[in-house]
C-alpha cells in the first residue's frame, strides 16, 4: 500500500514559481514509477510528467514542457514538481499518483496508476 501527500501548492501571478512536492509513505519508494496530473475546473484530468523509479526516465505534457521538472529523491521517498513560468492554463489541482514499476503500459494515462495523493490546488493569476 502506498500513501500520497501532496504540498507546496498556491496563488501565484503569471510568470512566478511554484514548487510541489509529494511524500510517500511506503516501504520501498524505489519501486514505484511516480507521475502528475492536473484537473482543471470543468475538464478532465491531464497527464504532466511522470519519472521512472530510478529518476533515469522522465516524460513531460508538450504545454509544460521546458517550464516544468519533475524530480524525486528515493532516499527520501519525496517527489517534485517544480513549476516555473506559470500561466493561468496551470491553474488546476495538482496530484501525484504511483504505479509499481514492474507494471508496464501507458505512463501518461492516469488510469495507469493505482495510488494516488489528495492534491493541492495551483491558481494563477494574471
Known amino acids: 500500500q502506498v500513501q500520497l501527500a501532496e504540498s507546496g501548492g498556491g496563488l501565484v501571478q503569471a510568470g512566478g514559481s511554484l514548487r510541489l512536492s509529494c511524500t510517500a509513505s511506503v516501504d520501498t519508494f524505489s519501486n514505484y514509477a511516480m507521475g502528475w496530473f492536473r484537473q482543471a475546473a470543468g475538464k478532465e484530468r491531464e497527464f504532466v510528467a511522470n519519472?521512472?523509479?530510478?529518476?533515469?526516465?522522465?516524460n513531460y505534457a508538450d504545454s509544460v514542457k521546458g517550464r516544468f521538472t519533475i524530480a524525486r529523491d528515493n532516499t527520501k521517498s519525496t517527489l517534485a514538481l517544480q513549476m516555473n513560468t506559470l500561466t493561468p492554463a496551470d491553474t488546476a489541482e495538482y496530484s501525484c499518483?504511483?504505479?509499481?514499476?514492474?507494471?508496464?503500459?501507458?505512463?501518461?494515462?492516469?488510469?495507469?496508476?493505482?495510488?494516488w495523493g489528495q492534491g493541492t490546488q495551483v491558481t494563477v493569476s494574471s
Open positions: 519519472i521512472g523509479s530510478r529518476g533515469g526516465i522522465t
Open positions: 499518483a504511483a504505479v509499481n514499476y514492474k507494471r508496464t503500459g501507458d505512463r501518461t494515462r492516469a488510469g495507469f496508476f493505482d495510488y
